[in-house]
């Protein structure tokens, strides 16, 4: 069994989350929550792989942090998807540190959910965990739709803005958003996903240019966008994950 030193942990924890900005966002039972979190991921990532940062500070910042930049956009009680969730993020930090919120984590892989809904158990969340293709639950007609269901939709690490906004905006209520997180090159898939989002029903409401800062000083880019769901989606979309990728709108 992997044991953190949990008052380091914290230390640190506390530090990162003041230095983004995030200081609201944590207390004492939810710190400890994420070091319970970070024991269990490092023990079940010797069996499967869920995530190649093993340090704990790296784990804090790129994980924890990264995973709540854009938590303050999402308004009391939301319902929220994290398509591909992966290892769980940014539904697992969301949950902890934004318990109001009703989470739904998807990923395609029965591994990865699984996890989700183990930790979502071990911890005591608020997540559904669903193992699905995103383009398959937003299609009209679908069993069990999940099409227009959610208030916000988010996804980090997944794809490149063009492919993501198909599989994200069908799956959000008219009047709710698509929350963006990007690394550095952000701005240009912005730019080049315009015309997808308005055929997919969005608009780009807001967009934000920010450093992810550790306590050494050491910085990483990051962006991240609302876009607004104005309209509803056409039928059309999501199309195949062939073709939305092979021709991004
Ligand atoms: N979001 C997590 C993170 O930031 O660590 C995981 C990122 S991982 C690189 C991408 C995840 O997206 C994988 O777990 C993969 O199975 C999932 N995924 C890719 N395409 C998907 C789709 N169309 N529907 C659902 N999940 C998908």
Excluded: W
């Amino acid at each position: 069994m992997i044991t953190l030193d949990t008052a380091l942990f914290k230390d640190e924890l506390f530090k990162v989350f003041e230095i983004n900005g995030l200081s609201s966002l944590i207390d004492d039972e939810r710190a400890e929550k994420l070091a319970l979190l970070t024991e269990i991921m490092l023990e079940e990532n010797q069996k499967y792989n869920l995530t190649a940062i093993k340090e704990t500070d790296k784990i804090i910042l790129l994980h924890y942090a990264d995973s709540l930049m854009t938590a303050s956009l999402f308004g009391e009680n939301s319902s929220v998807i994290d398509v591909g969730c992966g290892a769980g993020f940014p539904s697992v930090p969301l949950a902890i540190c934004r318990p109001d919120l009703k989470i739904t984590a998807m990923d395609s892989t029965a591994k990865k959910v699984n996890y989700v809904d183990m930790v979502s158990n071990e911890l005591s969340l608020n997540i559904t965990a669903v193992c699905a293709r995103a383009e398959d639950a937003a299609k009209v007609g679908s069993k069990d739709s999940f099409r227009e269901k959610f208030d916000i939709a988010t996804a980090r690490a997944v794809a490149d803005l063009s492919v993501l906004s198909e599989l994200c905006l069908p799956l959000v209520k008219v009047g709710g958003s698509f929350a963006v997180m990007k690394g550095k090159n952000g701005k240009e898939e912005l730019t080049h996903a315009k015309k997808g989002i308005s055929i997919l029903g969005g608009r780009i409401e807001a967009e934000k240019e920010f450093l992810l800062t550790d306590t050494k000083g050491e910085t990483y880019e990051r962006v991240s966008a609302v876009i607004r769901k104005e309209k509803e989606t056409s039928a059309l979309y999501p199309r195949s994950y062939s073709q939305i990728t092979k021709k991004p709108l």
